[in-house]
T-cell receptor
Framework: EADIYQTPRYLVIGTGKKITLECSQT?????MYWYQQDPGMELHLIHY???????EKGDLSSESTVSRIRTEHFPLTLESARPSHTSQYLC???????????FGPGTRLTVL | AQKITQTQPGMFVQEKEAVTLDCTYD???????LFWYKQPSSGEMIFLIY??????QNATEGRYSLNFQKARKSANLVISASQLGDSAMYFC????????????FGKGTRLSVIA
């Protein structure tokens, strides 16, 4: 069982609000990732981190930011939410190499 | 160019039959890893099976096996004895190089198992 957690699981907010999606893992993994996924569609990598104080942007242009101050914590922040941000956000981590990548349960975000 | 191609947007299979989900990949690296994940309607991502580029044997995990054809750059997932609970989205993914790059996913195949 994966020890990776995301909160909130569901979030409905109005346009213009600032939100932070939380992701934590207790496996001591250095590598963490954020993916955005519309229902039934492919996963798009938006941010990743290879360790504390390391963050990189992924393939999908995103108006979000991330931080990695602690190994176990990798929050995603939207400064000003828009309806186009409505999607599922999946957090993941792995030990590195070709080890299995574990996923959190996801946050389903709706911006009105 | 797409690194992972899944050409079957949707597939149907009869319960208890076997089904093959196609995946082709594109990389110039000699070292890479291939993964399959299942995503039920609940949304979680479930790891199914892994194949390393240097593995000589096809990977197997219970009812799942990976038909790895390196020269063709294909890594098809075979599910034997399909069950109703196998109905889900299935994603093929690849990690290139020494293993420190993010997983890249295909667009997925929606499998529906019919009773």
């Amino acid at each position: 069982e994966a020890d990776i957690y995301q909160t909130p699981r569901y979030l409905v907010i109005g346009t213009g609000k600032k939100i932070t999606l939380e992701c934590s893992q207790t496996m001591g993994h250095d590598k963490m990732y954020w993916y955005q996924q519309d229902p039934g569609m492919e996963l798009h990598l938006i941010h990743y981190s290879y360790g504390v104080n390391s963050t990189e942007k992924g393939d999908l242009s995103s108006e979000s930011t991330v931080s990695r101050i602690r190994t176990e914590h990798f929050p995603l922040t939207l400064e000003s939410a828009r309806p186009s941000h409505t999607s599922q956000y999946l957090c993941a981590s792995n030990l590195g190499g070709y080890n299995e990548q574990f996923f959190g349960p996801g946050t389903r975000l709706t911006v009105l | 160019a797409q690194k992972i191609t899944q050409t079957q947007p949707g597939m149907f299979v009869q319960e208890k039959e076997a089904v093959t989900l196609d995946c082709t990949y594109d990389t110039s690296d000699q070292s890479y890893g291939l993964f399959w994940y299942k995503q039920p309607s609940s949304g979680e991502m479930i790891f199914l099976i892994y194949q390393g580029s240097y593995d000589e044997q096809n990977a197997t995990e219970g009812r799942y096996s990976l038909n790895f054809q390196k020269a063709r750059k294909s890594a098809n997932l075979v599910i034997s004895a399909s069950q109703l609970g196998d109905s889900a989205m299935y994603f093929c993914a690849m990690r290139e190089g020494p293993g420190n790059t993010p997983l890249v996913f295909g667009k997925g195949t929606r499998l529906s198992v019919i009773a």
